[in-house]
């Protein structure tokens, strides 16, 4: 069995900022709008570059939905651990404890992200849509080093990768 560990130990040197794209935030809504948590889950089991956090009542704002979410997401990892080479194996993907949004949301070259939110009979869908996909199986998760050194772009000040426009 692997070895797990936390990723506070160790530096990235691939994550890139990721763009705000409407076309994405559109694919989340629809799935949102399915309110079907059991229809989701079974999409997930074939589909990669997805996460969807599902709140019990309606009354909470939009930020507090986002930000629950990407708490909940990024909290995955230390709960449940990840390999120590930080690929994506078969067994990271089968395991019923593998953080797959934690995954999805530091997969290193994804670059853009849309997300929505729907109220659906006292619930509340948050639904992101990632690209380029994640979950990606014997990948790497993300690579360690220097913030930035893997990257033809850098945002110093944040220490994370730009995406390459066509126009660069």
Known sequence: MDQLMTITDKRKNSFFVKEYECELEAAADEIARGCGIDEVNERRLSQTGENLYVFSGGGRGI???IQKA???????IFTQGINR???????IAKSPSTP???IQMAWATTNKIGCARMKCSGKQFFVCKYEPEGRILNKPIYRFGDPCSLCQK????????LAQNKDN
């Open 100 to 102: 797959l949004e934690f």
């Open 63 to 65: 930020r507090e939905v």
């Open 70 to 76: 990407i708490d909940a997401w990024w909290n995955e």
């Open 85 to 91: 080479k930080v690929l994506f194996t078969k067994y």
């Open 154 to 161: 850098c945002d110093e000040k944040l220490g994370l990768c």
